[in-house]
């Protein structure tokens, strides 16, 4: 570290290739007289701002890593078969059987745990650091309340996560195209296949959005937030589903209800009302049907919700 | 009108009361705000701030009530906390210009801002480094800087030399006297180090245990009868009856004696004094009115510095 970086305050001494910089370059204070915009913009601004941390822009490259290691994980196999899709068509073609491929509505169900992955590596990157750091004052004494910098945080965590799990569905959606000779029947055959991934993605990316950043935000640390929302995911999971088999041999099981209390079980079986294909009795015990799933992920995504603005309102600053 | 009045203003936390019945009304300036820990300076501000609801009674920052019109004052105020508030994985510029927007700047001029608030602050191509790396002076720097990057007409610091070493104290104190008489912005700084307010500021709040203690210019607090300090080795004690004595007013102090400079010839009887009675002596040396005389009653020894 040189001299001047750890000294002088007083600006003039320390001016450029130790001239005396004060004397020539020093303008002298001047008051700003521009535009102030209002609490919309300072809400923008902080989305904006949490949305490039969420990727580790304007950070160190190691900071990069995590999402975009894991994102490209979870879109890998869609892009893998998109490669592959000339191969795939002349084996298919060879072969005479139709080839089996990745289906939109079962990708998220297939490889979720990448997408989970993804918020329990970047949930507390968005709300641990500021607590950690003691950010927050500088936030909660400007023009910008506390139900506001949570409701931007999440809405960079949402669009991220919507990001994440739509680039596998238009993966999918051009390798299928390009499998096919005639691209515009392929395309209006394609598409309504494929656009229920948009509201499914959307529930999804709010889902566990709200969840993932609620349970974060309730430690400074990183790593604590990380491991409570992996044990908070894992229980909610594995708990219904060990009472479920309790009860597996009566004839009807009550306990069904409960897989609405887990997170990526709720969210799968709303996915399947989007793109209304039934569910898969290997995954989905019970008597519940893809609209039960669906109040169940949009209940939940509410209260996670509102538990996140509850600890903002709550946080002292 | 005054720039900010406080009026019964109380806040309790549980049993503790931090603040008691406070009455103020501060005019523009460098103003002081001292105490000792705990005295209930950073509540103050933090009410100031709109950040903590007051139990009971009202304050105005600008004639504006710091419950209702939270929103308006902050654009008008800047806040530099007590304590750390800087992640580490940003550079100063980033971090400055992240902040000027949240005030409201549109893009472009949260950068011009930003640029020109860290040259203020004495910060030059560090500023794109991360903070992480930053010595303990440059952060602070960072702070003051982020508090006045949207420009506001109330800085309020607290206690902005923390952790500083002496000459990082000199510079930072420096710095707040140039924001306060160059830019006409009013700071208030809370402090426990009365050296550092005698030596910036022009108007002197002190409160202790929740209430108003002092309110008055600081040369109020200064200008009074010089005091000379007669440090010995020994003897202190039997210096100051002789020097009594002699009609002079002195007291024993610790190794020191203080005597009231009542006129010219009082250095004469104090030299003869320390040569009759052959007393090892250290320095001799003027003082001034200090401010901890104020507190010399007020708050029990070793708890204000």
């Not at chain 1, 990069?64 to 979870?74: E, H, R, S």
């Not at chain 2, 049993?15 to 950073?42: F, H, M, R, T």
């Not at chain 2, 102090?253 to 009759?276: H, K, M, P, T």
Request: proline share 6%.
């Amino acid at each position: 570290m040189t001299a001047r970086s750890t000294g002088a305050i007083g600006a003039p001494a320390g001016g450029p290739a130790g001239s005396p910089a004060g004397s020539i370059y020093d303008l002298g204070y001047r008051h700003y007289e521009g535009r102030r915009n209002g609490r919309a913009y300072a809400m923008w601004s902080l989305f904006v701002e949490s949305l490039r941390g969420v990727w580790g822009f304007g950070r160190p490259m190691s900071a990069k890593a995590a999402p975009f290691i894991l994102a490209g994980l979870y879109a890998l196999p869609a892009v893998v078969q998109l490669a592959f899709s000339s191969v795939i068509t002349q084996q298919a073609a060879a072969s005479g059987r139709a080839p089996e491929l990745l289906a939109y509505h079962s990708y998220f169900q297939n490889f979720s745990f990448l997408v989970f992955f993804f918020c329990v590596a970047q949930a507390p990157e968005l709300v641990c650091r500021d607590q950690r750091y003691q950010v927050l004052p500088l936030y909660f004494t400007r023009a910008m309340g506390r139900i506001e910098y949570a409701t931007a945080r999440l809405a960079a965590l949402v669009v991220a996560l919507f990001v994440v799990l739509l680039v596998p569905a238009i993966a999918l959606l051009i390798g299928d195209v390009l499998m096919q000779p005639d691209a515009f029947k392929a395309v209006r055959d394609e598409l309504p296949k494929a656009l229920p991934s948009i509201p499914a993605g959307a529930l999804t990316a709010i889902g566990l959005g709200a969840l993932s950043l609620a349970v974060s935000s309730f430690s400074p640390r990183r790593a604590y937030s990380a491991i409570g929302l992996v044990a908070y995911v894992l229980l909610m999971e594995a708990i219904p589903a060990a009472i479920y088999s309790i009860g597996n041999n009566a004839a009807s099981n009550p306990a069904d209800k409960l897989f609405l209390l887990s997170p990526l079980t709720s969210l799968m079986g709303a996915t399947s009302w989007f793109f209304g294909t039934p569910l898969n009795t290997q995954d989905f015990a019970g008597s519940l049907t893809p609209a039960d799933y669906l109040l169940g992920a949009i209940v939940s995504a509410a209260i996670a919700t509102v538990v996140l603005m509850y600890r903002y309102r709550r946080l002292p600053a | 009108m005054a720039l900010i009045e406080a009026a019964g203003l109380t806040k309790h936390y549980g049993p503790v009361k931090a603040l008691d019945g406070l009455d103020l009304a501060v005019e523009p300036g460098i103003i002081g705000l001292v105490g000792a820990n705990g005295a209930g300076k950073s509540t103050l501000l933090k009410i100031l701030l709109g950040l903590l609801t007051p139990t009971s009674g009202t304050a105005t920052v600008l004639g504006m009530d710091t419950v209702r019109e939270t929103r308006a004052i902050r654009h008008v105020v800047g806040y530099m906390p007590e304590h750390d508030c800087l992640p580490p994985d940003v550079g100063a510029t980033d971090f400055v210009t992240h902040m000027a927007r949240i005030s409201g700047l549109p893009r472009t001029a949260a950068r011009e801002r930003t640029a020109e608030v860290l040259r203020h602050v004495g910060l030059y191509e560090e500023r794109y480094r991360q903070i992480g790396g930053y010595s303990t002076g440059m952060k602070q720097r960072v702070k003051l800087a982020q508090a006045l990057v949207h420009d506001p007409k109330i800085l309020l610091l607290d206690e902005p030399t923390n952790g500083l070493d002496p000459a990082g104290r000199d510079e930072m104190l420096d710095l707040i006297k140039r924001t306060g008489t160059d830019f006409g912005i009013t700071l208030i700084v809370a402090s426990h180090l009365l050296g550092e307010i005698e030596q910036v500021c022009t108007y002197l709040l002190a409160i202790d245990a929740g209430h108003l203690l002092q309110a008055a210019p600081i040369s109020n607090f200064t200008q009074r009868t010089p005091v000379l300090a007669v440090e010995v080795e020994e003897g202190a004690d039997q210096l100051a009856a002789a020097l009594s004595a002699k009609g002079a007013r002195a007291r024993a102090d610790g190794s020191r004696v203080l005597v009231a400079i009542e006129s010219d010839a009082l250095y004469d009887v104090v030299r003869d004094a320390v040569a009759d009675l052959a007393v090892p002596l250290v320095r001799i040396q003027q003082e001034r009115g200090r401010l901890e005389d104020l507190f010399r009653d007020a708050v029990p020894a070793g708890s204000v510095q």
